[in-house]
Every structure is written in structure tokens, then in C-alpha cells.
């Protein structure tokens, strides 16, 4: 938990005891297991009777450190790091969950989420309903006696649209059902799930966390006594992150606040210059006032995050012309990295979904999903100018 720093110097500070070699930044544990002082120890170690790193399925000390540091940002007791974003989501449900269980899910998630939910926790007796993100008010009504976790994303992957954490907070309270938020397009620098209620806050690592696309990692943090049943399920099954991702992402956090604010300053400006273009039909971004959920975004997050969506007037062959006329920006699926990237999600990272999904959650054959990277706003824009026209 925070112990009453500011959140830039919590990033910061937070970092492992130092050795007898009084090392400034934390070294690298680039090891599989530790050694014992003799029988005993190694005995009571493996028995839980100390508290100490045992083997780096486990913990490492690299990994301590990365999840101490997300615990304190976040406002959470315990965590868990993964090998990547999914990872911690298959393992945080998989731990919770048994057969005959139901999820309630907005309907706007990750396209490899919504094929875990769909096709892969179904051959074991767990089932999935969706709700619209618009209709919060129709959750209770997809409740059933078996129903034990509400789930969301929120901004949402890709339309960024914004979802009242504060309502459903108060309706998985209601109704005794563990709340479980990916906050990946916020961080917790922007916003903080865990105070509107939610008992567990998901991250994929890979993106602003790192920043620089160097890595993959996730990340789940919450009450203790959850963590307890991840942890116990995962250091079986064998997901956890490498200590070298662990001490990549440590540092990367060091300067997420500056990097946030630079990535929402840029993304705001790239919003509203197209929110004018005559060759785009729509533009959404949580900080735009045109955004259906403005009110909500400003009230749960301090900026509006680094992806902007918007749609390509001219439908897909637009679309096809806009990507294959970019020259500065990358041709990437992934988001939150310095460099920034333009997508396509109809064709990449959604293009599982069925065309009836797709459209139920707004993803066009014209949806571009743009990253806002760190460069100089007037080339970003001057990119994405030339490309539309």
C-alpha cells in the first residue's frame, strides 16, 4: 500500500534492499533458484515457515520489487507478475474460478479476452454473458446464482470508450461478485479501479508500463487473500514473469509519470485535429468533449491516456489507402510505446470476432486505432495529414 509519497516518487524510490555492495539501482537476479544454510532451512522454506525466495517460478527478488511498486501505486495490499497481459488474465480467472461458474463481461474487450471467454473457459464449464457498455443498467439482470466475477476494461480496446467504475463498483457489491478492471490503457498513474470498488486491477505490462516495446509482462494486483489463490495457482502452472522483464519494467516505471502526461498531451492534440478533418467520420478520446463519456472520464482519470480511435471516411478501401500512405508512424498491433502506431483492429488484433460482434462494439472496416508515441506532435499529425489526403 501507499505510504503517503506522491505517486512519481513512489515509482521512483521503491526498490530493493541493497547488498553489501551498495549498489544505487537495483542489479539484475538473473537465476532460477536459491541456496539454503542447511536442512533446516531449506526444510521450512519449501514448508512456508519463512518468508524468502525459494525458486523464481515463485518469486525473485527483481519481481518483489516490480510488484511492490504497482501495489503502492495502485492501492493494492498483493500482486502477481505474469509473462505477458494474457497470462494474467487466463491465470487471475483460472485461479478464481471452477466449472459451473458465470462471468459478467462488457461486451468490449481484447479480442484474444473475448476468445478465452468464448471458446476456451466454456470446454471447462465456465460461461460468459455480455453486457453492453452503455447499458450498465442491465447488468443485474445477467446475474445469476452462479455468477461470481463482473468484469471490464476500461478505457476499452479499441473504441476507448469509458465505463462508470463507480457503478460498478456498487453493483458487484450488491450482488457479492468479485470485481476484476484491466486498467491497461490508463495505468494506475491516470486512475485507480481499486477506489471505485474493484477487488482485483489487471495490466499488461507491455504496454505503457514498459513504454519502449521491449517486453512482454502482466501484471495482477489486489486484497491479499485473492493473491493468495493466484499465486498458489500460478507458481504450479508456471506463467510468472522473467526477473530480466521484471527489472526492464521496474525501471521503465521510474518515468511513467512523464511519459503518461507527454502521451495524453500529444493524443489530446492529435484528437482534436481530427475531430476537424473532413476525411474522418468520427474521433473518440476520454478527454475530447465530444466523447459520449467525457464526464465520466474527467471525474475517474486524471488524463485521457494514449489511444485515439477514429474512422476513416470512405470505408475499408479509405482505410487500406490511409495505412499503405504512412511514411513516420509504425504499422504495429501493439499501443503505448514511444514510437507511435497506427492499427487496424478489424484486421489484427479483433479479427477474430465475428462481423456481428465487431459491429455490436463499434469496430468498422474504417476504425483506425492510433498509439500516440512521444515524438514531436507536429510530425505526428503532419504524418497522419498526408496519409488522409
Wanted: net charge negative.
Amino acid at each position: 500500500m501507499n505510504d503517503g509519497k506522491k505517486f512519481e516518487t513512489e515509482a521512483i524510490r521503491t526498490q530493493l534492499e541493497r547488498s553489501q555492495f551498495l549498489e544505487h539501482s537495483s542489479p539484475l537476479y538473473l537465476t532460477s533458484s536459491f541456496v539454503f544454510a542447511d536442512a533446516e532451512d531449506m526444510r521450512a522454506s519449501f514448508a512456508e515457515e519463512k518468508d524468502r525466495n525459494v525458486y523464481s517460478r515463485y518469486s525473485n527478488p527483481n519481481t518483489s520489487e516490480l510488484i511492490e511498486k504497482i501495489c503502492k501505486m495502485e492501492g493494492a495490499e498483493d500482486g502477481f507478475a505474469f509473462s505477458s497481459g494474457m497470462a494474467a488474465v487466463f491465470s487471475t480467472f483460472a485461479a478464481l474460478l471452477q466449472s459451473g461458474d458465470h462471468i459478467v463481461s462488457a461486451r468490449s474487450v481484447f479480442g484474444a479476452t473475448h476468445g478465452l471467454l468464448t471458446k476456451h473457459f466454456p470446454k471447462w464449464g465456465i460461461t460468459t454473458s455480455y453486457f453492453n457498455i452503455n447499458e450498465l443498467e442491465t447488468i443485474p439482470e445477467l446475474i445469476t446464482p452462479t455468477t461470481k466475477i463482473l468484469y471490464a476494461e476500461t478505457p476499452t480496446n479499441p473504441g476507448v470508450d469509458v465505463l462508470d467504475l463507480e457503478v460498478l463498483g456498487k453493483i458487484a457489491k450488491r450482488h457479492n461478485l468479485l470485481l476484476i478492471i484491466d486498467n491497461c490503457f490508463a495505468t494506475p498513474y491516470l486512475q485507480q479501479p481499486i477506489k471505485f470498488g474493484s477487488d482485483l486491477v489487471i495490466h499488461s505490462g507491455t504496454k505503457l508500463m514498459d513504454g519502449q516495446g521491449r517486453v512482454l509482462a502482466g501484471i495482477t494486483v489486489g486484497s491479499k487473500v485473492l493473491i493468495d489463490k493466484i499465486y498458489r495457482f500460478s507458481r504450479i502452472t508456471g506463467p510468472s514473469l522473467s526477473p530480466f522483464n521484471a527489472w526492464v519494467l521496474s525501471k521503465s516505471l521510474e518515468t511513467l509519470a512523464v511519459r503518461v502526461d507527454r502521451h495524453c498531451d500529444n493524443a489530446l492534440k492529435l484528437a482534436e485535429f481530427l475531430e476537424d478533418h473532413p476525411k474522418v467520420n468520427w474521433v473518440k478520446y476520454p478527454f475530447l468533449k465530444s466523447h459520449p463519456q467525457y464526464e465520466v472520464a474527467k471525474k475517474q482519470m486524471k488524463a485521457g491516456g494514449c489511444v485515439v480511435a477514429f474512422e476513416v471516411r470512405g470505408g475499408l478501401e479509405a482505410g487500406q489507402k490511409f495505412f499503405n500512405s504512412i511514411k513516420m508512424l509504425s504499422l504495429s498491433a501493439n499501443l503505448g510505446d514511444s514510437r507511435s502506431i497506427v492499427t487496424h483492429p478489424a484486421s489484427t488484433t479483433h479479427n477474430k470476432l465475428s462481423a456481428e460482434d465487431k459491429a455490436t462494439v463499434g469496430i468498422t472496416d474504417g476504425t483506425v486505432r492510433i498509439s500516440v508515441g512521444l515524438e514531436n506532435i507536429d510530425d505526428i499529425i503532419a504524418d497522419i495529414e498526408q496519409a488522409l489526403g
